[in-house]
């Protein structure tokens, strides 16, 4: 038996919310919609069961009504923290649904803990989700150390980038020298004036 590649995720899914009936019946409102997630180049679709289940669904067979797009690279910052939707899901289409979506995503911590709980012990899954979270924030973290050293290099050593006390007697000086164009500029009318 061969099994098939496009029902993983939604049976993932359905494995997190089998014993959360608060989950299911919040998505048994929008039963019979159909969402897409998209995590470039992969694309995976679902169809919202009557009893809060996802289905794994086809492009082909309907047009999703709605579709979520995440970027890879944003993906582990997503993951380590949900409320950030906004900033790194592209929604399109039912906002309803969206808005359903996006409340549960908020919980992914929960249910993450709660797999680690169940398969660890309460403590060591609490420390294990803990780590897996920190990990997750790593990229950007990092990110942000290597940004702001390579800000650090170019102004300090290779003094590419002017300081905020440089920068501003630059722009005291030009507007200096912008107003001793505008007097030149004056005498020199008037002179042409006289001639």
Do not use: C
């Not at 289940?53 to 086809?58: D, F, G, I, V």
């Not at 790194?88 to 709980?117: C, I, N, R, S």
């Not at 102004?155 to 630059?170: N, S």
């Amino acid at each position: 038996m061969m099994m098939d590649v496009a029902t993983i995720p939604a049976g993932l899914a359905n494995r997190m919310l089998r014993g959360e009936t608060w989950a299911r019946d919040k998505l048994a409102l929008h039963a019979g919609r159909v969402f897409s997630v998209t995590v470039s180049p992969a694309t995976a679709v679902f169809r919202i069961g009557a009893d809060g289940a996802l289905e794994s669904a086809s492009v082909t067979d309907t047009a999703p009504d709605l579709s979520l797009s995440i970027s890879p690279l944003n993906v582990a910052a997503f993951l380590a923290d949900p409320r950030q939707w906004n900033q790194y899901v592209h929604e399109d289409g039912d906002a309803a649904l969206g808005g359903t979506l996006k409340e549960l995503a908020q919980t992914l911590p929960w249910f993450v803990e709660q797999a680690f709980a169940r398969a660890l012990g309460p403590i060591a899954g609490q420390r294990v989700a803990d780590a897996g979270r920190q990990l997750l924030t790593f990229p950007r973290y990092a990110a942000e150390r290597v940004a702001e050293s390579v800000a650090r290099y170019a102004r300090d050593e290779a003094q590419l980038i002017a300081r905020g006390d440089e920068l501003r007697r630059l722009t005291e000086q030009t507007s200096e020298i912008a107003s001793r164009v505008d007097a030149l500029a004056a005498r020199v009318a008037a002179m042409s004036n006289r001639m």
